[in-house]
């Protein structure tokens, strides 16, 4: 039996908006972020999804302590491509 209309692709920056709260990041954050590395803190805790400045999920963030500073670190990084 097939479908009477096939399922539309959501975006997953349109997923992603309704799970966290979501912080915007510079194109060098984008690029930090995409090889793992940590960047400024979030402004509040909790997980936060990372979108690029043109709208797309780079990653989930979250808040921890590196040595004496807390930092936001990716927890899970969209792959290239």
Known sequence: M???K???LIP???VVEKL???R???LAQSKEIS???VIEQNLSEGVFAALDNQGNFV???ENK???SQIVAAPILVKGSG
């Open 59 to 61: 990653a989930l963030l």
């Open 20 to 22: 966290f709260p979501i």
């Open 2 to 4: 097939q479908a009477d």
């Open 24 to 26: 915007k990041l510079e």
């Open 6 to 8: 096939d399922a539309d």
């Open 65 to 67: 302590l590196q040595g």
């Open 35 to 37: 090889f793992g590395r």
């Open 12 to 14: 997953i920056s349109g």
